[in-house]
């Protein structure tokens, strides 16, 4: 099957609710005839005269032309029976959430459509294998899911189940593409792509949030600063709590409860309590006011050093020293610098301000032999824009005095130091490594390859960089590093590194010399 044999065919679409309706609005702009059905009497006359409106909306803004939104909307035909649209060649499902109803669904189809027509479903989170049992001509349908809202959001998820044809996987991707869509392939595994690879975006700020290490607020301003559109509290809160948990469940459940993916106490509680976010004028936030604006924090001036010393190679150490340096010119001296180094950080005559390995202050204090230590969250975007929020932690065992030397000296480098209680991978670094390893095990399991999986959490929920892009930036060695120090402090299954990563660090471990740093270096 070529993408000729779709190229302007006409497609049917069941389902006129918000998915059903952006898709027959993108097939349609693409020059398809478009049936659109609703098992609901006058559901999908009521979305074509929603979408008419829409698309005025669009010309009035000069943002579309006349005629083209007119033939766009000529193009799409509601339709009370499935009969009417037996011509289509391919169609695509967008009704109910439910296996059954979906099954039934294709069932009829089969009898209706002709035997070479594309099916097509948008399911979120039901396996396309399970959906397929029972057709007779089960490996003519294929996952083709949308993201909302449709016409917007560029990335469609191709899932091809254990039974699809790889020719018609192949024609639905050249089909998006037409559509101008970004495709991606991906195999039917619980989430597919984008909702299994997000998942630590929410749960690690939750585990956070469970013991009580930071506010929201400073997590989502951390994470923020880092890059990311939306922290993850308001983010869930946008979303839905109700939704979000929902997806966390579906997910642990389809993973045969690995412990990996289990949800949230925190999330749990204010589902219960109907806290749902947005919706419901209460998340982590009161809406509409949202998410209230930090204070301005005032640090004092860092005392005066004898020296101050730049540890570590690499890009975030080469910033450290810029950064030092610019700090120290008014006194009219620099920083030393100490390229091999088993730490990334500054030796500020005793104390020493490290870039987290993932190991909790505390850990790095004793392992250093020093008191007053305290960590600092990786730095994601480099060079760090002046008044960047970075999270950091002071070991206990600390001086009291350090607690606000270390505050006073990050903000002395251009950041905003935010302080978190002393939890071992800060809130950046924690959140990025078990992005990586969400993503680096489903490359193991076939589910996408590492380019599919960029694209997808760039596309999908508009992260700043893939997985493997971050990875690209820091190092193997560094990402397992955070990961072994978060299944140190918490044990159990969640912080397990993925055999993806552990293959890759022996394979660069095999291209570096023999260096006790390297084990450890993060920078
Ligand atoms: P929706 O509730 O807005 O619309 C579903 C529509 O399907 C309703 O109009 C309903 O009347 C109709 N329907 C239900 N059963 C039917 C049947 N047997 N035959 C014909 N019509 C039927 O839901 P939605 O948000 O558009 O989601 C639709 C599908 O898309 C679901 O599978 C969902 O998981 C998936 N999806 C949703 C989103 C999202 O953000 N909403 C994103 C990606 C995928």
Partial sequence: MTLSTLAGAPVLVVGAGIMGSGIAQVAAQAGHPVFLHDARAGAATDAKAKLQSS??????????DPALAEQALARIEPVSELAAASGARLVVEAIVENLEAKRALFAELERVLGEDAVLATNTSSISVTAIANGLKRPQRLVGMHFFNPVPLMKLVEVVSG???????????????????????????TPGFIVNRIARPYYA?????LLEQAATPQVLDACLRAAGFRMGPCELMDLIGHDTNYAVTNSVYEANFYDKRFVPSLVQREMV??????????????????????????????????REVVVHGSGPVADWLEQAATTALAPQGWGPARIQDSGWTGLAIDGARLVLTDGRPARVVAQALGVADVAVFDRPLVLPVAPGTALAYSVAPQAHSTWASQAAAWLAALGLAPLPLADAPGLIVARTVAMLVNEAADAVLQGVCSPEGADAAMKLGVN?????????????????????????????GERYRVSPWLRRAQGASAAHLPPSPNNVRSSA
Avoid: N
């Avoid at 698309?55 to 579309?64: F, P, S, W, Y």
């Avoid at 996987?169 to 050249?174: D, G």
């Avoid at 109907?274 to 005032?298: H, T």
């Fill in 55 to 64: 698309l005025a909306a669009l010309v009035a803004k000069g943002r579309m």
């Fill in 162 to 188: 254990l039974q699809t044809d790889c020719g018609v996987a192949e024609a639905i991707f050249a089909l998006a593409k037409a559509w101008g869509k970004v495709p991606v392939h991906a195999r039917s």
């Fill in 204 to 208: 690690e700020t939750l585990a956070l």
């Fill in 272 to 305: 219960a309590g109907g806290l749902l976010g947005r919706k419901s004028g209460q998340g982590f936030y009161a809406y509409p006011a949202g998410m209230p604006a930090l204070p301005v924090a005032v640090h004092e001036a860092p005392a005066t050093a």
């Fill in 463 to 491: 992260y700043p960089a893939g997985p493997f892009e971050w990875l690209a930036g820091w190092s193997v060695a560094g990402v397992v590093g955070v990961l072994e120090a978060l299944d140190a402090e918490y044990r």
